[in-house]
């Protein structure tokens, strides 16, 4: 397998573990990271599935990228926002029906641990593939670039906005939503060290 087929398989395999840990996070009831978790309510509000929920979120937001940031746009890109509400769907409903509902808040507290490590090792992979960036990551990105302002401003910014209005329409935003905000970030890098860089090759 060439470097670029392997970036590829790796950056696929990374939409599904990222879909893994948003499925996990949904199962603690603690609140998932803000995307995941404005995508939900509509969910739940609407009686859409979520996967198809995300797909059209992601329709919307890569109006962005088409407009002002087409150099972002590859078949990561496409992976991340086809398939992973789908992926969510699916791991969420098969958890939830082998284990069923946390029956106490330790338990919750619980499925955070591997909620927050497996979706920070899917990050790492997709990321680390350099195959694009999903549609509302780039919202960030584009704000950084087009504005000026330091990336992690500008994640916090648009993070912070879909928490707020998933808030609104009465969605789930809790220590979750706290831990992705605090911790992705560093166990991201941890696993970009020991695990993606091994596995990718830089490809020119």
């Given at each position: 397998?060439?470097?670029?087929?392997?970036?590829?398989?790796?950056?696929?395999?990374?939409?599904?573990?990222?879909?893994?840990?948003?499925?996990?996070?949904?199962?603690?009831?603690?609140?998932?990271?803000?995307?995941?978790?404005?995508?939900?309510?509509?969910?739940?509000?609407?009686?859409?599935?979520l996967g198809t929920v995300t797909v059209l979120m992601n329709c919307f937001y890569l109006i962005f990228p088409l407009i002002w940031g087409r150099k972002y746009?590859?078949?990561?890109?496409?992976?991340?926002?086809?398939?992973?509400?789908?992926?969510?769907?699916?791991?969420?409903?098969?958890?939830?029906?082998?284990?069923?509902?946390?029956?106490?808040?330790?338990?919750?507290?619980?499925?955070?641990?591997?909620?927050?490590?497996?979706?920070?090792?899917?990050?790492?992979?997709?990321?680390?593939?350099?195959?694009?960036?999903?549609?509302?990551?780039?919202?960030?990105?584009?704000?950084?670039?087009?504005?000026?302002?330091?990336?992690?401003?500008?994640?916090?910014?648009?993070?912070?906005?879909?928490?707020?209005?998933?808030?609104?329409?009465?969605?789930?935003?809790?220590?979750?939503?706290?831990?992705?905000?605090?911790?992705?970030?560093?166990?991201?890098?941890?696993?970009?060290?020991?695990?993606?860089?091994?596995?990718?090759?830089?490809?020119?």
């Open positions: 397998m060439n470097a670029k087929a392997k970036n590829i398989f790796y950056c696929f395999l990374g939409v599904v573990i990222i879909g893994l840990g948003c499925a996990l996070f949904k199962q603690s009831h603690c609140g998932n990271d803000a995307f995941t978790a404005l995508n939900i309510t509509i969910s739940e509000r609407t009686g859409i599935s746009i590859n078949v990561g890109t496409i992976l991340n926002g086809v398939l992973l509400g789908y992926i969510v769907d699916f791991f969420f409903k098969l958890i939830n029906g082998i284990c069923g509902d946390p029956s106490s808040f330790l338990i919750q507290l619980l499925w955070l641990v591997p909620a927050v490590i497996v979706i920070s090792l899917g990050i790492s992979l997709y990321q680390t593939a350099d195959l694009g960036v999903g549609p509302y990551d780039y919202l960030a990105l584009g704000l950084r670039d087009h504005l000026h302002f330091p990336y992690f401003a500008c994640r916090i910014f648009t993070d912070s906005l879909c928490a707020l209005i998933a808030f609104l329409m009465g969605g789930l935003i809790g220590i979750g939503t706290l831990l992705c905000a605090l911790c992705l970030g560093p166990f991201t890098q941890f696993f970009d060290q020991a695990v993606s860089q091994k596995l990718m090759p830089k490809t020119e």
